[in-house]
């Protein structure tokens, strides 16, 4: 009787206390043992309609200590089955306890794809040529809020806390992951200054690559317009020296702001002269094709359909 | 004298005959006589000015088969040393070789911030309150091009291979890691159907959260204007059932189409009639304040400044 075999009829006790020193001798045991193991259930995935699998290791009743080197000839076993099937590619979910695992499927050619949190995804092209596995997320996007007075013709600036002092700004940040843009303009605005706005538009957007700060990554910057709800600033001493409204036009004149901030409240000031439909693209909310999930899209606003 | 401090001073080649079945003994060693092996300096790592220490641990010299308890004990360590210097974060960078540090480092609550192809990063928020570290990147990037031909008011579109049969679309497809958008739109319009052309304006910005193949992730797709250099179609028979110069009014009525291109269809009809300056988000190329670093900046036109 193997031992895995013996390993795998003790109690859930015994097995506890002889697991360590017994899978270090089963080490050298075959693939074939370790699919002896109670609950396991071989490295079967999800194939995908483009002839991909998907492991999850965390489904698949892997002994909890199973060794690198143990994963490694299961992994090479299974990569032999799947070359054999025509796979095109395979991803391995790995969850973070598990990760000594992905330290052995390095050694057969996978990558990390991407981690969140408690699992990591590695990749593995199986097919010919170039890979065409889809990459994963690519940039962060930053939102910035311009709350213009239409009234008064004055917009609402900040000096920022960590940057370069007395450059006048839109309070913005980046948006939180499955937020939408106005949400965070509104958001972040409300944060930095106190001031409560509604979204107008989308004015402007910025596309940056190796961002500093984005861990190498590309940053989206997109500048809404919006409307004041209120009018009271209480500012954030964490992140903002100074915060006023400020005429639009002293805005784009000075030089005690940035370029990007400079350009859009030339844009603002056009839009207070000749109408916002200049400037504006507007928001319209539409559901997905096949999901049905709501989408926004923005563009400059048409006349209606005669 | 300790396990350790011999095996230091053993030549490699003996060090590494030795090395398995010591370090296993050397499990239960202490973190100081870690110390001790040669090329090791501790859990050091770059302060950044937000008070967080980054540790590269392709960088320290660990022993390449340090055991997940080594590690974690000494993380322990460390991380008594950092919470009493008052660091507010600390960031583990992982060679995937060294991946079961990672399932040590979640012992100690430490998660995934990312991972790319070598290695994965870690973060630990040791701040009060909610962590202020910042996230990655959310966003995968999109980019469709409408290639208009204003001598005809035809617009190429094609029939995905992949999707619903008979819907036709603009050409287009994910960004590589650091292209640009319009670059993206040439460079997709002639892989798909081997027209060749140039970038003109940005049309229209579409934001979708949990976008299926996105990993859970979010979806920026743009769609831009471009103009033809060339004219015969030589279309990609992997992603393109049909390709073909469509008259815009007719993408604009047809139901054999997707919501989004029959929106910008009705947007390249209305600036064919009333001129492009109506629809076009223009692109301009600015250096960032700081870096120096291009970026591209896409908004309405302005007339130029008197």
Same mark, same amino acid.
């Given at each position: ?16 206390? !002889? ?28 194939? #995908?309609? !483009? ?25 090479? #076993? ?16 790995? =969850? ?23 699992? &990591? ?9 170039? &890979?065409?596995?889809?990459?994963? %997320? ?32 839109? =309070?913005?940040?980046?948006?939180? =992951? ?6 965070? %303009? ?27 700060? %984005? ?39 000075? &030089? ?19 109408? !916002? ?30």
């Amino acid at each position: 009787m193997t031992t895995y075999a013996i390993l795998s009829r003790l109690s859930p006790l015994l097995r506890g206390r !002889f697991g360590c020193k017994v899978r270090a001798i089963s080490c050298a045991v075959t693939c074939s043992q370790l699919h002896k193991v109670e609950g396991f259930v071989g490295l079967t995935g999800k194939v #995908d309609r !483009f002839g991909g699998v998907t492991v999850n290791l965390a489904e698949v009743g892997l002994p909890v200590d199973i060794s690198e080197d143990a994963f490694s000839r299961l992994l090479k #076993d299974s990569l032999v089955q799947w070359k054999a099937d025509g796979k095109m590619a395979v991803w391995l979910q790995v =969850p973070i306890s598990l990760s000594r695992c992905a330290a052995a499927a390095a050694t057969h050619g996978f990558t990390f794809h991407h981690a969140k949190s408690d699992h &990591s995804m590695l990749a593995l092209w199986l097919g010919e040529g170039e &890979s065409r596995l889809p990459g994963f %997320a690519t940039h962060q996007v930053g939102v910035a809020g311009a709350v213009l007075d239409e009234s008064t013709g004055k917009v609402l600036v900040v000096q920022d806390k960590n940057k370069t002092k007395n450059a006048w700004k839109f =309070p913005g940040g980046l948006s939180d =992951p499955g937020e939408n843009i106005g949400s965070t %303009a509104v958001r972040e605005v409300f944060e930095e200054t106190g001031v409560r706005s509604k979204f107008r538009s989308l004015l402007s957007i910025r596309q940056q690559h190796r961002h500093p700060g %984005a861990f190498d990554m590309s940053d989206m910057y997109l500048i809404c317009r919006l409307s004041p709800l209120t009018y009271d600033i209480n500012f954030c001493p964490h992140e903002c020296l100074r915060c006023e409204w400020l005429s639009v036009s002293e805005l784009a004149e000075t &030089s005690s702001t940035t370029p990007i901030t400079a350009r859009v409240a030339r844009l603002l000031l056009y839009g207070l002269e000749h109408g !916002f439909d200049k400037i504006d693209l507007t928001m319209e909310e539409l559901p997905a094709v096949y999901s049905g999930m709501l989408y926004q899209l923005y563009h400059r606003q048409l006349p209606a359909k005669s």
